[in-house]
């Protein structure tokens, strides 16, 4: 049996919103799942409907097998770490940890123990005397993680909890956050807008749009195995190139480029006329020509050399694509550039439905 269950949740907020449509979701013990999407999608008020912070309006959420929709947040085990720090100013770092077994009564004992190894664990032993404004905006994170853990819940919930953070803080704490969770195995969800963290952090990635689940999967199946063109470009960095079309005489084009598609559909003849999308990731581009694959010849438009590696900006009369090449194969601007994408590496989908299409 899953530790928690989302059975056909709903969310219609009193203004007649409807902000979540049927969202189910089973979830194990000890997994970290991540609810990715855009601004507005519905995850937040996905994770507050679990937390108790927000009533389910239909449907119903189980913990270990028992309906838990009329649970308050406290009786739920779960314990939430927000977007803001929400540290309490005039108390040290080390009664900030605290707080939550104070307020419980325990031990003094039992509480320094405690807040000394969550101290240990993220780092923060030498700043237990400081007020949080004496703390950087990553240390004052951590101690919120700390005053969340040290409740020993089975649930963590996450709202973008690096969102205040600069680059370097978030990479750093998202390291920090994977190692936390190998160390108390805690469930976790985690709710972000950002795919490299949905990708870094979790087993398993729930991908929403407008309030409606897209797909549930591993990073490797939401990266390799795609279900519609939103998940596509959703995944992936840059995204998927898309080039959408109707198909003529079974072949779709990129500038003047014929993409015979029964190359990659044989039974293409039945989408004749129909709208088609035809997406390629920018990684998986070859330079030159190869064999069992798409070839085309278009202009350099734009390079960006980032070290490692550089994204091509490629144009075909009205045709745009990028590419990601080794930088020592950058390409010059305003020339022609030949480049391979196999076969294999296609994704085709409905230009209708804008479900990828099963060979
Ligand atoms: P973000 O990444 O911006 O936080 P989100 O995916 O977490 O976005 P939610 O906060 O869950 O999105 O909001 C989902 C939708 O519900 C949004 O369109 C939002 O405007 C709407 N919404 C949120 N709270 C309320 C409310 N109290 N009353 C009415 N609509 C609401």
Redesign the pocket.
């Given at each position: 049996m899953a530790y928690l269950t989302l059975k056909n949740i709903n969310?219609i907020?009193?203004?007649g919103?409807h902000?979540?449509h049927n969202f189910n979701l089973e979830i194990e013990k000890g997994e970290f799942v991540v609810f990715v999407?855009?601004?507005?999608?519905?995850?937040?008020?996905?994770?507050?409907m679990i937390a108790g912070l927000e009533d389910i309006s239909n449907g119903e959420f189980l913990i270990n097998g028992k309906r838990a929709n009329e649970l308050g947040p406290r009786e739920r085990e779960i314990a939430m770490v927000f977007q803001s720090y929400a540290l309490y100013p005039q108390m040290t770092v080390y009664d900030n940890i605290a707080f939550g077994l104070t307020l419980q009564g325990v031990d003094e004992d039992i509480i320094e123990e405690r807040v000394k190894n969550i101290a240990r664990i993220l780092g923060l032993t030498d700043y237990l005397d400081r007020l949080p404004r004496a703390l950087s905006g990553g240390q004052r994170q951590r101690v919120a993680i700390g005053r969340a853990i040290i409740r020993k819940v089975g649930v963590f919930l996450m709202?973008?909890p690096l969102s205040n953070l600069d680059a370097k803080q978030r990479v750093t704490m998202r390291y920090e956050i994977a190692q936390i969770h190998q160390e108390t195995g805690a469930t976790t969800i985690y709710?972000t807008?950002d795919q490299t963290e949905a990708m870094t952090l979790a087993d398993r990635i729930v991908v929403?749009k407008s309030?409606y689940v897209q797909q549930v999967g591993t990073p490797y199946q939401l990266y390799f195995e795609p279900e519609n063109v939103f998940v596509a470009g959703f995944i992936g960095e840059p995204p998927m190139n898309f080039l959408k079309g109707k198909v003529k005489d079974g072949a779709l084009y990129f500038g003047n480029n014929k993409l015979d598609l029964s190359k990659k559909l044989p039974g293409i003849k039945k989408y004749e006329g129909k709208d088609l999308v035809f997406g390629f990731r920018p990684e998986h581009i070859k330079l030159g020509s190869h064999e069992d694959a798409y070839e085309i010849t278009c202009d350099v438009e734009l390079t960006e050399m980032l070290g490692d590696n550089t994204n091509v900006y490629v144009v075909g009369n009205e045709d745009h694509a990028i590419l990601k090449v080794d930088s020592h194969d950058t390409p010059e601007t305003d020339k022609p550039i030949t480049f391979s994408i196999p076969y294999e590496k296609v994704y085709l989908f409905d230009g209708e439905t804008e479900k990828v299409i099963k060979e």
């Open positions: 969310k907020y009193p203004n919103f902000a979540v999407g855009p601004s507005g999608c519905g995850k937040s008020t996905t994770l507050r709202d973008e709710v807008h929403m309030g």
